[in-house]
């Protein structure tokens, strides 16, 4: 969406084709809206991959091993993963920049912290990121957040003065959520209504509801997106290989195979997808796949381990309860250059604690507890009592060339190519997240919180990466520092494969820059 934009920006007759391989969830939708709410059931469940499979059970995809999971961890429609995703939207720091010259792990992006700057406070006037500038993080700014930070909430005091008490910074959750300014947005603010995963007022950046805007209202007579165009490859002309003409897609409602021609390629699929693609479209100058002479394209796949450690307190005398269905709070002081050599990593005020304990020590909730018929002083005994309280994290783990995708001959639910997935965790990580832990136990101390436990950690496929790693040469890389494939003329993957490194924060806003620079830098090669 963003590139479109620039583009169109400038040239409001452009041509542009938009091959979307998925079908359309219609968004900001009120009936869809209450059937979410009444049942729970998100309307795009049915869009994402299905689990491995399991013995007798079937399933969906294959891997080496189940370190890496692929179900939850994107959408696969009109809109992508945005439609889901929770709306972090950090900046990376400018050490994440030079990786191999701080640690000698993985290696350094072509292009500086600096350069992305003014691209980075595009990104979120673009999608809309509240957030709370004025706090020192390492993070040079050149102008503030587009809309104020969301506040703490009641139930981040308690975190928040541990912080406090050991020294850890922490500042307001950057979130794209539109919030309340005197500029002008087509985009209504967010209502706070606890239901992120379905918005029905397109308050959380979501792709597909910019598309449609887009589309909507403006002059664009040859933007167009069709959907349910699944791209089987990309072509090259013959007589040169640095040349791409085309593409050739199946139409999901006809299984017609169709080939369209292009001045110009960008493959927007995703990290796992756009490597893909790559890799499956062999002709005779590019026997491995586009962009693949030197066997790098679906190497280094690294994701986010997202951990969550609990423990109890013995009152709430407060009654302290979940107020959004967001956090509010963040810290970044471990996502430092002292951090970096070992894995940087943040900690996050989850939005859904403290929890009451029930009599089976478990978790419940006010809902739970009106729902079993408990009259409202019962309710507020309970809630005053012990319960459960969180620190959700990230952590950055680093690239492997032996992890990775390949395309896997079978179709799934959708229509699309299945991915064979290979990955093992770090040898160093479990040594890794010990460390992590006993600073969260530290945190747990000072909130006088006991009994710490481990209640997860996820090698989700959310944040996959760096599997067309942007470099200085293709010896370390798949693409330049202007997202264009080695070796072509006109090809380029904007996506997080491309991203040369993860950092410890969620990749949108840093795709949004890349996005947004891209698009001047096409529009720049045209003047």
């Known amino acids: 969406a963003a590139i479109s934009q620039k583009l169109l920006e400038k040239n409001p007759k452009a041509s542009i084709l938009m091959l979307e391989a998925g079908t359309k969830v219609e968004m900001r939708d009120f009936s869809q809206y209450q059937n979410y709410v009444i049942t729970g059931d998100r309307p795009y469940d049915n869009k994402q991959d299905e689990s491995y499979p399991q013995h007798d059970k079937p399933g969906e995809n294959t891997t080496n091993n189940h370190d890496l999971q692929l179900r939850g961890s994107r959408l696969l429609m ?29 290696i350094d992006w072509p292009i500086e912290y600096r350069d992305l700057e003014p691209y980075y406070t595009e990104a979120e006037h673009y999608i809309g990121v509240a957030g709370n500038g004025e706090v020192n993080e390492g993070i040079p700014r050149n102008s503030p957040y587009p809309y104020a930070a969301y506040p703490y909430t009641l139930e981040d005091q308690p975190l928040r003065k541990a912080f406090d008490e050991l020294d850890i910074g922490h500042n307001s959750m950057p979130i794209a959520r539109h919030g309340v300014s005197d500029s002008e947005s087509p985009h209504a603010p967010c209502q706070t209504t606890g239901t992120c995963k379905y918005c029905p007022f397109g308050a959380r950046y979501v792709a597909a509801n910019y598309l449609d805007d887009m589309i909507r209202f403006n002059d664009y007579p040859n933007f167009i997106i069709r959907k349910g165009a699944f791209v089987q490859e990309i072509l090259v002309d013959p007589k040169d290989k640095s040349k791409i003409i085309g593409a050739s897609f199946k139409d999901q409602a006809t299984q017609e ?27 005779q100058n590019w026997e491995n796949g586009i962009g693949n002479d030197t066997k790098l394209v679906g190497k280094n796949l690294i994701t986010h381990p997202y951990f969550i450690y609990q423990a109890e307190i013995d009152a709430n005398p407060e009654l302290l309860q979940p107020e959004m269905n967001f956090p ?17 990593f943040i900690l996050i005020s989850p939005p859904g604690v403290p929890d009451p304990i029930n009599k089976e020590h478990k978790a419940t909730s006010i809902a ?31 690239s492997e060339e032996e992890n990775g995708v390949e395309n896997y001959n079978k179709i799934n639910h959708l229509g699309l190519i299945e991915t064979s ?66 070796d072509t003329k006109n090809l380029y993957v904007c996506s997080n494969a491309s991203f040369s490194s993860l950092g410890a924060v969620n990749p949108t806003l840093t795709l949004s820059a890349l996005a947004l620079r891209l698009g001047d830098h096409l529009n720049n090669s045209e003047s």
């Open 78 to 106: 009109y809109g992508g993963s945005t439609v889901h995703w929770g709306g972090w939207s950090f900046r990376l720091k400018p050490e994440d920049f030079n990786l191999k010259s701080n640690t000698k792990q993985g």
């Open 421 to 486: 997935v290979k990955y093992t965790k770090p040898d160093t990580f479990d040594k890794r997240i010990k460390e992590v832990e006993d600073e969260i136990e530290k945190i747990f101390d000072k909130m006088g919180a006991k009994n710490m436990t481990n209640v997860m950690i996820s090698w989700r496929a959310d944040h996959a990466a760096c599997l067309t790693r942007m470099a200085n040469d293709k010896t370390e890389g798949v693409v330049d520092k202007n997202l264009k494939v080695f």
């Open 257 to 283: 195979v169709h080939t369209v021609e292009a001045n110009k390629v960008i493959v927007a699929a995703g990290a796992i997808e756009s490597a893909k693609l790559l890799l499956r479209s062999i002709s």
């Open 328 to 344: 509010t709070m963040v810290s970044r002081h471990f996502d430092s250059p002292e951090e970096q050599a070992k894995g940087k």
């Open 368 to 398: 739970q507890l009106m729902q079993i018929g408990k009259t409202r002083e019962e309710i507020d005994k309970q809630i005053s009592g012990n319960a459960f309280v969180q620190v959700h994290g990230i952590i950055e783990v680093f």
